[in-house]
């Protein structure tokens, strides 16, 4: 394989559908971006506790219902999983805007709703991992992922704005009813793939129907051991759910601060957070030259460090132009450093995981992510009702800048000296976020 970016075709017909089936569904997710904070601010009148308490119910408890699911996935065809879990998504948002038509919709809906969304992303996202890593050929993984995650970027700068200006038009829960549609035309892409999927053959880790109790248990915690043992994923493991929770946390405190505090229309809200996310596509468009003049793990490390330095800045926020310019710059360096990141990232994790252990590694990655996005934001909405959004924001930004600490000082990986060669060597994808991250398969993870 020589150097240089694989023609058009050469990732085949069925890439082609599985990318179209995740560029609508990811245009329905950041068109509807932040619809359940929003609702619960201008619909339910919640304050910023209720509103962090909403963002990280589903979050934990999604993740203690997703545990068994990567197990019980392994050994399963994931294209039928993942079409199940579109659906899944599909019937959960719809009855929001029924349940908003009929005046019946509660909080305690949109926690439910919450929950089995926040379950069925992270089988989804395990299951798409596997079924990617399965479908494009290594030397084609990164360029796969970065096609992933220009148009997930490319939706976050779009989605926003047009999502803020829908709601100002027709109505807070326009937006799910849109980001619904998309898991549903998501699950008819997916299945208009073709070919047939072969059934992954179990190994001497399987479960088997007879398995006694602590074998069970033991494949539940299984994806942890391996990405515990591993020492290239390890730090990695840490920096990347940390970094994450510390950003999610902070985004229901940004809404209310906005939003509430600062009297920011929701167009403007949307606009403050989409436009930025130009520098994502320009973030994702640039990792394969500089893993190519540079190295991954030196990539990693510079764009790891430089993903850190911005979210203090969203803690000066002022109401007007002049805050707006400022959540605009301070989200266009962290988007950018963050699009870099994740494009190298994600391939990097599929490439160092044993593909017998995808779906368990990526599902115990998600899991954790997502509980610890969840406690922390139950943890800053408390601080936020202690000593206000902006000090809990500070607070927040201060603890990133030490993120850096845990990122790998050198690539320890056997691979090491050919993946820092630019052609083909590089073998792996999957991608984050949202949360606010990348594509089906990574962080938010």
């Given amino acids: 394989m020589h150097q240089g970016t694989p023609p058009p075709h050469s990732l085949g017909r069925q890439f082609g559908w599985l990318w179209a ?9 950041w068109l509807a971006f932040d619809a359940f904070p929003l609702i619960a601010i201008l619909v339910l009148h919640a304050g910023p506790a209720a509103v962090s308490l909403l963002a990280s119910t589903g979050l934990a408890v999604g993740a203690v219902l997703a545990v068994p699911l990567g197990p019980w996935m392994e ?3 994931k294209r039928p999983v993942m079409v199940a879990m579109d659906l899944a998504r599909f019937a959960a948002l719809l009855s929001i805007p029924a349940a908003f038509v009929l005046g019946r919709l509660s909080f305690a809906q949109l926690l439910l709703v919450a929950v089995v969304v926040g379950a069925a992303d992270i089988a989804f996202k395990a299951a798409s991992g596997a079924c990617l890593k399965a479908l494009v050929p290594p030397d084609h993984l990164l360029v796969a992922n970065g096609r992933l995650e220009s148009t997930m970027w490319t939706a976050t700068a779009v989605g926003p704005p047009l999502g803020g200006a829908a709601i100002g038009l027709f109505g807070p829960v326009t937006t799910v009813l849109a980001n619904a549609v998309s898991f549903l035309l998501s699950a008819a892409g997916i299945r208009a793939m073709g070919g047939s999927e072969p059934r992954p053959a179990r190994s001497m880790h399987r479960a088997d129907a007879d398995a006694t109790p602590r074998r069970r248990t033991a494949e539940l915690l299984d994806g942890w051991r391996y990405i515990l043992r591993h020492p290239a994923l390890r730090p990695l493991f840490f920096n990347t759910v940390l970094v994450n929770g510390l950003i999610m946390a902070t985004a229901p405190l940004i809404a209310v601060l906005m939003l509430g505090h600062l009297g920011f229309a929701p167009w403007q809200y949307g606009l403050a957070f989409g436009a930025p996310c130009a520098g994502g596509l320009i973030g994702a468009r640039l990792a394969r030259p500089l893993v190519a003049r540079s190295g991954r793990h030196r990539v990693m490390l510079v764009a790891g460090t430089l993903r850190a330095c911005w979210l203090l800045g969203l803690a000066f926020i002022r109401p007007g132009f002049a805050g707006l310019v400022l959540v605009i710059s301070v989200q266009l360096g962290l988007v950018t450093s963050v699009g870099v990141f994740n494009t190298v990232f994600a ?8 593909s017998d252990r995808v779906t368990r ?7 954790t992510s997502n509980a610890t996005i969840a406690a922390m934001t139950a943890l800053w909405g408390l601080i936020a009702h202690l000593t206000g959004p902006r000090s809990a924001i500070a607070i927040a930004g201060g603890l990133m800048l030490a993120t850096p600490a845990l990122l790998p000082r050198r690539d320890r990986t056997p691979q090491s000296e050919a993946n820092a060669q630019p052609a083909g060597a590089l073998s792996a994808v999957a ?7 990348a594509a089906w398969a990574t962080p938010g993870d």
């Fill in 75 to 77: 050994f399963r065809r």
């Fill in 361 to 367: 590694t990526l599902s115990a990655w998600s899991v």
């Fill in 431 to 437: 991608v984050s976020t949202r949360a606010r991250t």
């Fill in 21 to 29: 089936a995740y560029a609508v569904s990811i245009a329905g997710t």
């Fill in 347 to 354: 391939s990097y994790r599929l490439e160092q995981t044993a």
